[in-house]
Nanobody
Framework: QVQLVESGGGLVQAGGSLRLSCVVSGRTFSRSVMAWFRQAPGKEREFVAAISWTGYMSYYRDSVKGRCTISRDNAQNTVYLQKNSLKPEDTAVYYC?????????????????WGQGTQVTVSS
């Protein structure tokens, strides 16, 4: 059974930082492309960042470039999202997702496995 379990969300003031974690079990993590998505109330789920199997390649949505870093530890089956300079518009439920290939990585429909999400709330 595949499980993705996110943690690290919370309430933070604008300008603050958070580090989200996602621990994966039940699939070969070192052969999994990992990504973070987010969904704000009343909005569609949107891509935030993705990282390739080895971590050599990563990709970010424009609005978070320079403020987010995605990383992974294949020995710990964990992917991270470091978020700095948080803004109120970053408020959302953040989900990690897994798939096998690194193509069309922004499309949520291409991902096979999902976590339950962790809430990030940024106050102004």
């Amino acid at each position: 059974q595949v499980q993705l379990v996110e943690s690290g969300g919370g309430l933070v003031q604008a300008g603050g930082s958070l580090r989200l974690s996602c621990v994966v079990s039940g699939r070969t993590f070192s052969r999994s492309v990992m990504a973070w998505f987010r969904q704000a109330p009343g909005k569609e789920r949107e891509f935030v960042a993705a990282i390739s199997w080895t971590g050599y390649m990563s990709y970010y949505r424009d609005s978070v470039k320079g403020r987010c870093t995605i990383s992974r530890d294949n020995a710990q089956n964990t992917v991270y999202l470091q978020k700095n300079s948080l803004k109120p518009e970053d408020t959302a439920v953040y989900y990690c997702a897994a798939r096998n290939s690194y193509s069309d990585i922004e499309s949520p429909t291409k991902y096979n496995d999902w976590g339950q999400g962790t809430q990030v709330t940024v106050s102004s």
